[in-house]
């Protein structure tokens, strides 16, 4: 198998198991959100430090903490990233599968937005029709929802925020993880074990079953990634980037099928706004690869790309 094969099917295992994501958490009923993001964050971090030990890359994650800057970056995407985890945990446990697809579907857009205000990007005109279209799916769905999608809305700038925290910082997936789990974990502990002390946690009171799939969270939650990073190293990123709409397509899927959440009209008008605007946007894009670059003498220099 060639390493580009391997690598679409990485890339592919990684998206896979994100989609399945909303089959997991409603596992962990009766814990609440809060509870199981401090999980997540404390079974990971003790899931990749083993990873990292195993690697031998130890050394290269104290050179990492060592880095001010780099750590700065790692520390703000450690906050949006929580952030980020426990919205689409309390999404998809309070039934809004389909509204936590949504946030990934328009992530890309949101992202090309975060270049532009973050970095002084600027945009061609064919990424602000996208911009604009997804504006107007927006609002539609505020109407449809009768507020704002603001789980959809958090959910993409908050991860759109943690994908330029991580390229500002330019760490590895392990790497990455490890310290921003390691951020977070002294805060996460104290919840569980204040919790624990109250008796209000579910963590050893719902049977051995429950206290695997809480332990579990740290698995599920690294093993995606960890492919996700063998992938990137082996395939293009557009390639990479078209494989991302699996995700969203399988959460919005099993929001449907599996359980059973209703869509209007003006839902799926407002959707459809939303891939009509993720079509145009990656057609652009495409498109802007397969054309050679200009040189010096055919015209000027093109803006900047998202």
Known sequence: MTEHRRGL??????????????????????????????????????????????????ALLRALASDRRRLGFISIG?????????????????????????????NPLVTVFLGVLVLGE?????????????????????YDYGRPPWIALVLAFSFGTYGLMKKQAGVGTTEGLTIETAILAPVALAYLLVGQTRGVATFGHEGWGHVALLVGTGVVTAIPLLLFGASATRIPMTTLGMLQYVTPLMQFAIGLLVFDESMTLAG??????????????????????????PTPMDSEPAPASA
């Open 9 to 58: 099917w990485f890339g592919l295992g990684a998206y896979l198991g994100w989609g399945f994501f909303p089959l997991y958490w409603p596992l962990l009923k009766p814990a609440g959100a809060t509870e199981i993001l401090a999980h997540r964050v404390v079974w990971s971090l003790l899931f990749v430090v083993v990873l990292v030990l195993a690697m031998s890359r130890l």
């Open 78 to 106: 450690a906050v949006v990233v929580a952030i980020n985890w426990g919205t689409y945990i309390w999404g998809v446990n309070h039934d809004h599968v389909v509204e936590t697809s949504l946030g990934y579907f328009i």
């Open 122 to 142: 600027r945009l061609r005109r064919v990424q602000w029709a996208a911009i604009t279209i997804a504006v107007l799916a927006v609002l539609v769905l505020t």
């Open 268 to 293: 799926w008008l407002g959707f459809g706004l939303v891939w009509l605007a993720l079509l145009v946007l990656t057609a652009e894009s495409l498109h802007r690869r397969r054309v050679p670059a």
